[in-house]
């Protein structure tokens, strides 16, 4: 059965940087597609980033280029997003995904078939 449990979360002032971690456990994780999505209070779950098994990357342009960066560590079954230069419209609930099928790489939310149970971002003005 996979898992995913994320850490890293919580408060920090605009303009300041986080890390956040998802460990997953359940199957061969150097197979999937992981991802990143966020919802903020009152939205609908967004995507945010995703890092293919092949560990190319995409993220959503316009909101976090630049300033987030999703990366792996395969031998610790570790998805990582270091988010720098965070803005209070950020705060949101971030969660850990993984796609459905191995070798696939989708950043659609509905390709994603596992998720971890979130950690809390909170940005102060």
């Known amino acids: 059965q996979v898992q995913l449990v994320e850490s890293g979360g919580g408060l920090v002032q605009a303009g300041g940087s986080l890390r956040l971690s998802c460990a997953a456990s359940?199957?061969?994780?150097?197979?999937?597609?992981m991802g990143w999505f966020r919802q903020a209070p009152g939205k609908e779950r967004e995507f945010v980033a995703a890092?293919?098994?092949?560990?190319?990357?995409?993220y959503d342009a316009d909101s976090v280029k630049g300033r987030f960066t999703i990366s792996r560590d395969n031998a610790k079954n570790t998805v990582y997003l270091q988010m720098n230069s965070l803005k209070p419209e950020e705060t949101a609930v971030y969660y850990c995904?993984?796609?459905?099928?191995?070798?696939?790489?989708?950043?659609?939310?509905?390709?994603?078939?596992?998720w971890g149970q979130g950690t809390q971002v909170t940005v102060s003005s």
């Open positions: 359940g199957r061969t994780f150097s197979s999937y597609t």
């Open positions: 890092i293919y098994w092949t560990g190319g990357t995409t």
């Open positions: 995904a993984e796609n459905k099928v191995a070798y696939f790489g989708s950043r659609n939310e509905a390709d994603f078939g596992y």
